[in-house]
């Protein structure tokens, strides 16, 4: 295929250089108006004669090929993103059978390339969309973290260790404050006529069994006591009532009744339990919205008070 440029061409650009109308249009508008009249009257002139005109664009340029027979010649190439625009638009108008129009854009070479890019920044973009995410969940959940030890520590008897064990086990602080509130009045020295002590009135056996060796010592009692809290959770499902049943009942008895076992003692004591839990969490909740918390809901998404 011959490079050339017509003269004719050349001195149509010329002549419209010397025009006013050059000076509001500048060069770009210059070489599209005088391809798009090369292509109209030229292109149409020499169609009669077996001529034909490819539009040609692809990613860099737009070319203009005149075809005769089997000669192909490069009249144009524009590789100026406006003007090359505008001349492929313009092809658009006249009829097929003097002008064709090619995208060579999207050839299988590019179309590959295109795809490993596009996966790549689509990765790139959700990774970085995850991590942001991240980076706010995680220093919400911090901040919140921080007004809940500052209200179990400025407002719950032993809240600094409530929190410390219930973050430590996963439980939640409010639960356990309602538990020792039932079991002692937060009383570290309390003792049940049948033998329970400290803090969460553990049962000798059951301190032993979640690590304890003094349960008057209100750190190993409430370490043992929340333990034991999480490991009846585990075997209820997470089941609230359930697992505050067996702390009180037992768990064999829990499961033997599929539920609350029908003992006065251990019904009363889930009834002050689940109400002792509720008002300390709406204790919270205030708390919270006049710090102005945000909590971590459970599928990971932010609520702002």
């Known amino acids: 295929m011959k490079n050339r440029v017509p003269t004719g061409f050349a001195k149509y650009r010329k002549t419209l250089e010397s025009r006013p109308l050059l000076r509001v249009l500048g060069g770009r508008g210059a070489a599209t108006l005088a391809l798009g009249a090369a292509l109209s009257l030229g292109g149409l002139t020499d169609a009669f004669e077996n001529v034909s005109f490819l539009v040609e664009k692809n990613l860099d340029t737009v070319q203009v090929v005149r075809q005769s027979g089997d000669e192909a010649t490069v009249v144009a190439s524009l590789g100026d993103g406006f003007a090359a625009n505008t001349v492929f638009k313009l092809s658009r108008v006249l009829p097929d059978r003097y002008v064709r129009r090619e995208l060579a854009i999207?050839?299988?070479?590019?179309?590959?390339?295109?795809?490993?890019?596009?996966?790549?920044?689509?990765?790139?973009?959700?990774?970085?969309?995850?991590?942001?995410?991240?980076?706010?969940?995680?220093?919400?959940?911090?901040?919140?973290?921080?007004?809940?030890?500052?209200?179990?520590?400025?407002?719950?008897?032993?809240?600094?260790?409530?929190?410390?064990?219930?973050?430590?086990?996963?439980?939640?602080?409010?639960?356990?404050?309602?538990?020792?509130?039932?079991?002692?009045r937060?009383?570290?020295?309390?003792?049940?006529?049948?033998?329970?002590?400290?803090?969460?009135?553990?049962?000798?056996?059951?301190?032993?069994?979640?690590?304890?060796?003094?349960?008057?010592?209100?750190?190993?009692?409430?370490?043992?006591?929340?333990?034991?809290?999480?490991?009846?959770?585990?075997?209820?499902?997470?089941?609230?009532?359930?697992?505050?049943?067996?702390?009180?009942?037992?768990?064999?008895?829990?499961?033997?009744?599929?539920?609350?076992?029908?003992?006065?003692?251990?019904?009363?004591?889930?009834?002050?339990?689940?109400?002792?839990?509720?008002?300390?969490?709406q204790q919270l909740k205030r708390f919270e919205e006049q710090r102005g918390g945000s909590v971590p809901e459970a599928d990971g998404s932010l609520t702002v008070r």
């Open 186 to 281: 937060f009383k570290a020295r309390a003792r049940s006529h049948v033998g329970a002590k400290g803090l969460m009135q553990l049962m000798p056996r059951t301190g032993r069994w979640m690590g304890a060796r003094d349960l008057y010592d209100p750190e190993q009692n409430i370490d043992a006591g929340v333990k034991y809290i999480k490991y009846l959770q585990k075997q209820f499902n997470g089941n609230l009532t359930m697992t505050i049943a067996a702390y009180n009942g037992g768990e064999g008895n829990v499961r033997r009744y599929r539920g609350v076992p029908p003992f006065r003692e251990t019904r009363t004591y889930v009834k002050k339990v689940l109400k002792n839990y509720d008002k300390r969490t």
């Open 106 to 184: 999207f050839d299988d070479a590019w179309l590959d390339e295109f795809r490993t890019q596009t996966i790549s920044e689509v990765t790139k973009v959700t990774k970085g969309v995850r991590e942001e995410k991240g980076i706010l969940f995680n220093e919400m959940a911090r901040i919140n973290d921080a007004i809940r030890l500052e209200f179990f520590s400025s407002k719950i008897p032993f809240g600094e260790l409530i929190h410390e064990k219930a973050r430590k086990y996963d439980v939640d602080p409010a639960l356990v404050a309602a538990v020792i509130e039932q079991e002692s």
